[in-house]
T-cell receptor
């Protein structure tokens, strides 16, 4: 079974600075998808970014980018120019190509300090 | 486009009562998922449907839980009888097809007294 590990329960960053959230996963599959979701206090689950394992290029969405290291099974999220609205729980998720399910990590709570 | 719509947003009821949670997926999405989120266990997949058919319900914790999808635009998750340990946030999500991002509703916060 796949597992997703987020080793940082909590992180903090100064406004306008850059922060990196870590995620590792365990799988025997070669084709899969990885996601980062954001859950603000309003409890919505918002998709931040998506990465296909067959793509070597790291995904980027505005201030959000990933560092995907397939061999190391690592998928970190970098948030640049952090804003107060970035404060939230961030969940890393794995989806196998042959499966319709997502496996979520336990989450990292990000605080942004003004 | 409207997102995934869940109702109610909050539900407080007494132990033993029947609880019904509702979900309207995004139009055209073939997959619908029900999740439960707790502090202890995080996000757990309970069941998912493809084209209204339940595909995998191995995450449903007990026979007290049941889910239906009578048509492409509506699904329910029912707990009968409810217990205090069922207190959690329940999310519904939908996706266009496998491996596409799942789009979540705002969740239902369920409190069983």
């Amino acid at each position: 079974a796949q597992t997703v590990t987020q080793s940082q329960p909590e992180m903090s960053v100064q406004e306008a600075e850059t922060v990196t959230l870590s995620c590792t996963y365990d799988t025997s599959e070669s084709d899969y998808y990885l996601f980062w979701y954001k859950q603000p206090p309003s409890r919505q689950m918002i998709l931040v970014i998506r990465q296909e394992a067959y793509k070597q290029q790291n995904a980027t969405e505005n201030r959000f980018s990933v560092n995907f290291q397939k061999a190391a099974k690592s998928f970190s999220l970098k948030i640049s120019d952090s804003q107060l609205g970035d404060a939230a729980m961030y969940f890393c998720a794995y989806g196998g190509a042959g499966s319709y399910q997502l496996t979520f990590g336990k989450g990292t709570k990000l605080s942004v300090i003004p | 486009d409207a997102g995934v719509i869940q109702s109610p947003r909050h539900e407080v009821t007494e132990m033993g009562q029947e609880v019904t949670l509702r979900c309207k997926p995004i139009s055209g999405h073939d997959y619908l998922f029900w999740y439960r989120q707790t502090m202890m266990r995080g996000l757990e997949l309970l069941i998912y449907f493809n084209n209204n058919v339940p595909i995998d319900d191995s995450g449903m914790p007990e026979d007290r839980f049941s889910a239906k999808m009578p048509n492409a635009s509506f699904s329910t998750l029912k707990i009968q009888p409810s217990e205090p340990r069922d207190s959690a946030v329940y999310f519904c999500a939908s996706s266009l097809y496998s491996n596409q991002p799942q789009h979540f509703g705002d969740g239902t916060r369920l409190s069983i007294l």
